[in-house]
């Protein structure tokens, strides 16, 4: 399995400010997603962030609203940019890697807790 | 109509008690199945893939039914630290995860 640390934990930050949410892998991982859970719904696939080209967005997600950089293997950052109130969320990132049942996992790390007011 | 759906519950039962979820999904191309776990402002977790033929861990048991396309989460002799979300995730293909909204379940002494 894979250990997965986000930063921060979570935040509250003014409307129309960015926040950078970064994603540290113990090991390399070839897939790392990006996911939203906004409170009382299910979780919604934002982008998958591939090393060393541009991320690929889901329906309803873009770059410039949020931004993905994946510089290596273990690592990936999502940025909230221009935030309003309904971007308040549970930001979680996901890495494919090998589980302790037969075959791939996706495992998900701790989430980034963002309250914008 | 969303792609996977769940009863939200909450479903309040007693310690010891047997409980079901059921699930189901609208795309019948869907290929994998599974049950993930989360714990009150905690991440999903990975509670158990659904296979075909059923599965059991422990005090848990998957059903599939594709012909139907609903999936099962059977729990028995439930114990206060299951009461959580169930969260019932359907993959098409590859990394694409559908999740329903969950169910709640609280079990109570």
């Known amino acids: 399995s894979a250990v997965i640390s986000q930063k921060p934990s979570r935040d509250i930050c003014q409307r129309g400010t960015s926040l950078t949410i970064q994603c540290q892998v113990d090991s390399q991982v070839t897939m790392m997603f990006w996911y939203r859970q906004q409170p009382g719904q299910s979780l919604t696939l934002i982008a998958t962030?591939?090393?060393?080209?541009?991320?690929?967005?889901e329906s309803g997600f873009v770059i410039d609203k949020f931004p993905i950089s994946r510089p290596n293997l273990t690592f990936s950052t999502l940025t909230v940019s221009n935030m309003s109130p309904e971007d308040s969320s549970i930001y979680l990132c996901s890495v494919e890697s090998q589980g302790e049942q037969s075959g791939n996992t996706i495992y998900f790390g701790e989430g980034s807790w963002l309250t914008v007011v | 109509r969303k792609e996977v759906e769940q009863d939200p519950g909450p479903f309040n039962v007693p310690e010891g008690a047997t409980v079901a979820f059921n699930c189901t999904y609208s795309n019948s191309a869907s290929q994998s199945f599974f049950w993930y776990r989360q714990d009150c402002r905690k991440e999903p977790k990975l509670l158990m893939s659904?296979?075909?033929s059923g599965n059991e861990d422990g005090r848990f048991t998957a059903q599939l039914n594709r012909a139907s396309q609903y999936i099962s989460l059977l729990i028995r002799d439930s114990k206060l630290s299951d009461s959580a979300t169930y969260l019932c995730?359907?993959?098409?293909?590859?990394?694409?995860?559908?999740f329903g909204k969950g169910t709640s379940l609280l079990v109570t002494p």
């Open positions: 659904v296979y075909s």
């Open positions: 995730v359907v993959s098409l293909s590859g990394y694409a995860l559908n």
């Open positions: 962030a591939n090393q060393g080209s541009e991320a690929t967005y």
